[in-house]
C-alpha cells in the first residue's frame, strides 16, 4: 500500500497511524446508532483489530472489567463486512 501524507507531515498507510484521530465509539453509544445492545456490540467487536479494549483484572474486592473503545474506521469496516451482498 502506498504511504501518503498526512495534513500534519507524518506517513501513513491508512491504518493505524491515523486511528488515533478516529472519532471513537463506547458499544453502548454505537449500540444505540445501530438499534443493538451494547453486550452484542461488545462480542461483535472484542477481536476485531483496531480496537482499543483496557482490561481490568478482578482483585481481591473489585469484579474484572472490560473497557471497549471502537474507532469510526473500525466501524465502518465492520458495518461494511455485515451487509448483505446481492
Not at 11 to 23: I, K, P, V
Not at 41 to 69: M, Q
Request: charged content about 30%; hydrophobic content about 30%.
Amino acid at each position: 500500500m502506498e504511504k501518503k501524507p498526512a495534513h500534519n507531515g507524518w506517513e501513513h498507510d491508512g491504518t493505524s497511524a491515523t486511528l488515533f484521530l478516529d472519532q471513537h465509539y463506547s458499544p453502548e453509544t454505537l449500540g444505540n446508532l445501530w438499534g443493538w445492545t451494547g453486550d452484542r456490540i461488545k462480542d461483535l467487536f472484542d477481536l476485531e483489530p483496531g480496537v482499543i479494549k483496557d482490561d481490568k483484572p478482578e482483585t481481591l474486592h473489585k469484579r474484572a472489567y472490560c473497557s471497549l473503545r471502537i474507532p469510526k474506521s473500525v466501524a465502518q469496516r465492520v458495518h461494511c463486512r455485515l451487509q448483505v451482498k446481492k
